[in-house]
């Protein structure tokens, strides 16, 4: 099994261990419908920016520490991981999310404001990726970047903004209600 492929499944077992975790935490509180997804909605709210973050952060160490070409063991781990959770942001903002809930609670967290919300938050992330684009261009005049980097640069910059703008877009929006 190549490292590639091991550092996928470790993302993906991570990501199943924390969706369980958090099931099994809330087993014990009864809630109704429209409850559960004022909740899970709330929480939602509070947890993008953390994510951006996390994620942001999770890049910077990636490119301060790159291998310059050779191909090293840790650094298909990290690729690996990072392509694990950008897929997963990437389909959390492209669905309503909350993927091991009831439907009628997906239905409820995903109301006409969330809807707008996401729509703004993809416009940012696109324009985001296309002003990093540009500003990779303007870097391969003075150095070389690799397709691979610039590939990872547009979309972690894409990424991150679209997180952001979604979870300051869904924090004023609880605050205001």
Not at 8 to 22: D, K, M, P, S
Not at 95 to 116: S, Y
Not at 119 to 144: C, D, Q
């Amino acid at each position: 099994m190549s490292d590639f492929t091991i550092g996928v499944l470790a993302g993906l077992a991570a990501v199943l261990v924390i969706a369980a975790i958090f099931k099994w935490r809330r087993r014990n509180r009864p809630m109704g419908v429209a409850e559960k997804a004022e909740y899970l909605s709330k929480r939602r709210a509070r947890m993008l920016p953390a994510l951006a973050v996390i994620f942001l952060s999770q890049q910077a160490t990636f490119f301060s520490e790159m291998s310059g070409g050779r191909h090293v063991s840790t650094e298909t781990a990290k690729i690996s991981a990072w392509l694990v959770l950008s897929v997963l942001l990437l389909a959390g903002l492209g669905t309503k999310g909350f993927w091991l809930e009831p439907k009628e609670v997906r239905d409820l967290v995903d109301d006409e404001n969330t809807r707008a919300n996401r729509n703004e938050a993809m416009r940012w992330g696109f324009l985001f990726s296309m002003a990093t684009a540009i500003g990779v261009y303007i870097l391969t005049m003075f150095g070389t970047v690799t397709g691979r980097e610039a590939t990872h640069i547009i979309m972690s910059f894409g990424i991150a903004a679209a997180i952001l703008r979604w979870g300051w877009l869904e924090r004023r929006a609880h605050r205001d209600a």
